[in-house]
T-cell receptor, first 111, second 117 residues
Framework: SQQGEEDPQALSIQEGENATMNCSYKTSINNLQWYRQNSGRGLVHLILIRSNEREKHSGRLRVTLDTSKKSSSLLITASRAADTASYFCATDAQAGTALIFGKGTTLSVSS | EAGVAQSPRYKIIEKRQSVAFWCNPISGHATLYWYQQILGQGPKLLIQFQNNGVVDDSQLPKDRFSAERLKGVDSTLKIQPAKLEDSAVYLC???????????????FGEGSWLTVV
């Protein structure tokens, strides 16, 4: 079963624009993580936010978490063509349990 | 630090044949996962090992899928007999719980692409 649902399913923007992806989940979580997957490749970890955190930054990435709404957002600022990929949110119910992934958002950045 | 290694990268088999995938996790990682990713979907957990013991195999189709991690390091995932719907990428991943129990970053291999015809 899939815990997270990303929205939108697909997003097309121009280089330099910001990209925002949303994730909703169903049950309580320990952590929420975002992963990137380039076409034909494995998943790469981007950022982890704990359930007691509300916002986190890493370079051009900004993640927010609202546990009351069971939702998270990933913002990529000043996007580049190299950001073209699928982005997945993943949650774990408690430490030591496996991550459950959403269906992903496909981001296309054109130059 | 070497990443998660998987082989083979690509495999094409006929339905009802068998196939095996191999994974070598990051050195020192006690937890190993196999995920199945069907095209256009997110990864779905098949099985989770902690050292050489199974933690979660609730979504593993045990009538045709099997996995083992005999010495707590390498792992193999086998499908026998394969069905058309098994066409997917099989992702191996590993993690360490060192550094605080709240930190559970999972590191993925490049995947083994299976096509069943």
């Amino acid at each position: 079963s899939q815990q997270g649902e990303e929205d939108p399913q697909a997003l097309s923007i121009q280089e330099g624009e910001n990209a925002t992806m949303n994730c909703s989940y169903k049950t309580s979580i320990n952590n929420l993580q975002w992963y990137r997957q380039n076409s034909g490749r494995g998943l790469v970890h981007l950022i982890l936010i704990r359930s007691n955190e509300r916002e986190k930054h890493s370079g051009r990435l900004r993640v927010t978490l609202d546990t009351s709404k069971k939702s998270s957002s990933l913002l990529i600022t000043a996007s580049r063509a190299a950001d073209t990929a699928s982005y997945f949110c993943a949650t774990d119910a408690q430490a030591g349990t496996a991550l459950i992934f959403g269906k992903g958002t496909t981001l296309s950045v054109s130059s | 630090e070497a990443g998660v290694a998987q082989s083979p990268r690509y495999k094409i088999i006929e339905k009802r044949q068998s196939v095996a995938f191999w994974c070598n996790p990051i050195s020192g990682h006690a937890t190993l996962y196999w995920y199945q990713q069907i095209l256009g979907q997110g990864p779905k957990l098949l099985i989770q090992f902690q050292n050489n013991g199974v933690v979660d195999d609730s979504q593993l189709p045990k009538d045709r899928f099997s996995a083992e991690r005999l010495k707590g390091v390498d792992s193999t995932l086998k499908i026998q007999p394969a069905k058309l719907e098994d066409s997917a990428v099989y992702l191996c991943a590993s993690s360490s719980l060192r550094g605080g129990e709240g930190r559970n970053t999972i590191y993925f291999g490049e995947g083994s692409w299976l096509t069943v015809v």
